[in-house]
Nanobody
Framework: QVQLVESGGGLVQAGGSLRLSCAAS????????MVWFRQPPGKEREFVAG????????YYVNSVKGRFTLSRDNAKNTVYLQMNSLKPEDTAVYYC??????????????????WGQGTQVTVSS
């Protein structure tokens, strides 16, 4: 079982950047598809981006495409979400999650068997 810890959240002005990290423990990290979800205030958790086991495949929802970049370093058991040109509507708690089956593009929470505790991202206008 992979255990996940997110970091890097904070308060930033619109147009700014943040880089979120998700550090994983456990031997199955390199075999897991890794994704980020977010949960805006008062709303349901939503899929943001995913990356394949090897890192060669990525998937982004339209609202973040061109602004967010997902990468992973399997040697460091870490996934990174670089967020540029942030908008107030990006404000949310961001969660990373792992899929033992390797999926990295499903918006269904049930596809992912490990979750981090979340990190708050607040974008001021």
């Amino acid at each position: 079982q992979v255990q996940l810890v997110e970091s890097g959240g904070g308060l930033v002005q619109a147009g700014g950047s943040l880089r979120l990290s998700c550090a994983a423990s456990g031997r199955t990290f390199s075999g897991s598809g890794m994704v980020w979800f977010r949960q805006p205030p008062g709303k349901e958790r939503e899929f943001v981006a995913g990356i394949s086991r090897s890192g060669t495949g990525t998937y982004y929802v339209n609202s973040v495409k061109g602004r967010f970049t997902l990468s992973r370093d399997n040697a460091k058991n870490t996934v990174y979400l670089q967020m540029n040109s942030l908008k107030p509507e990006d404000t949310a708690v961001y969660y990373c999650a792992a899929s033992g089956s390797g999926t990295y593009y499903s918006p269904s929470l049930n596809e992912y068997n490990a979750w981090g505790q979340g990190t708050q991202v607040t974008v001021s206008s």
